[in-house]
């Protein structure tokens, strides 16, 4: 399971089960996110829309109690998202302090001072 597929699964539900219409809103296409909710019903076991032919109808009962504890789910990464941001504020607006850090994928270290940062790539 994935966070994007919870992300899909709101957004249509959002979006009133108009899946092109969320494919549009959230600037992808209306074939992948038809591909992640139908990868996400086949690792949960059920189905979490009704159907008519391709249109959905609704939710399922499972759908909907999935929907809420979705929703709660990607609140909290947002909350996460939100704490590591104060934090990282909190450390670069240390006056008089200066840290490093190296960045194993970017090859680059991190200098931050008075609240400004500066990156220099290592050659």
């Known amino acids: 399971m994935k966070l ?12 009133e089960l108009n ?5 549009d809103a959230i600037y992808t ?8 909710i139908q990868a996400l019903e086949e690792e949960l076991g059920v189905k979490l829309f009704t159907r008519s032919g391709k249109q959905l109808t609704g ?3 499972a759908g909907a109690d999935i929907v809420i504890l979705a929703r709660e789910i990607l609140q909290h990464t947002q909350n996460i998202k939100r704490i ?4 990282r504020d909190h450390q670069t607006d240390q006056q008089g302090q200066l840290s490093h850090c190296h960045h194993p994928y970017t090859s680059a270290l991190c200098f ?3 609240g ?8």
């Open 4 to 15: 994007q597929q919870l992300r899909y699964l709101c957004e249509i539900v959002k979006h």
């Open 19 to 23: 899946i092109s219409t969320t494919a």
């Open 29 to 36: 296409s209306q074939p992948g996110i038809s591909k992640q």
């Open 59 to 61: 939710l399922t009962d």
């Open 84 to 87: 590591a941001e104060e934090h």
């Open 112 to 114: 931050a001072c008075g």
């Open 116 to 123: 400004a940062a500066f990156y220099w790539a290592l050659s």
